[in-house]
């Protein structure tokens, strides 16, 4: 029984990579791109998600300001995620819906990118976020799953995972934030940093 469930969930695995390799590549590289010239702009990646998607902001934001596989200069990825402090008094003060939306109102400038991560695609406190990014005049782009969700109408690009369920579209989101750092780390290999 164990093998067949360890089977069954590799399985599921390679099917939804294999829908993903059949159209996502041009919409990765143009925001692997895009991060880029932000980055190089000196402005930020600011990154949000809830549950799992939230540790998928955190997991991508560390790997900019610590390292992916280069020891190149940190580079400035913030997850709006991680302070309890101002989540907690966001939700309690203007509403769970809000909790993403005042934080960029606070620390969001023209130019930074916010990379709005969600299963469902659907997130009130997403989307929110992310109508208050494109206020600021940041660019704004999706991590999603199902059909992409309300995220198809707000992001500037939304990466979609074709699939329904939960945990696959988790996975596939970290395969992408991680082929977007690769990407990071070959374009800022020059400022290599010495140990």
Known sequence: ???????????????????????????????????VQTIKNNNKILLIGN??????????????????????????????????SAITAIANDFGYDMVFARQLQAVAKKGDMLIAISTSGNSKNIINAIIEAKKIGCSCIGFSGNDGGDMNRFCDINIVVPSSNTPR???????????????????????????
Do not use: W
Request: glycine fraction near 6%.
């Open 51 to 84: 549950g799992g998607s939230a540790a998928d902001a955190q997991h991508i934001a560390a790997e900019l300001t610590g390292r992916y596989k280069t020891n190149r200069e940190p580079l400035c990825g913030i997850a709006l995620t991680t302070d309890t």
């Open 1 to 35: 029984m164990t093998k067949q469930t360890i089977k069954d969930e590799f399985d599921s695995h390679l099917k939804t990579i294999n829908k993903m390799i059949k159209g996502s590549y041009d919409d990765i590289e143009l925001v692997a791109n895009q991060v």
């Open 169 to 195: 579209i988790q996975e596939m989101h970290i395969l992408i934030g991680h082929t977007i750092c690769q990407v990071v780390d070959d374009n800022f290999k020059e400022n290599i940093c010495v140990e």
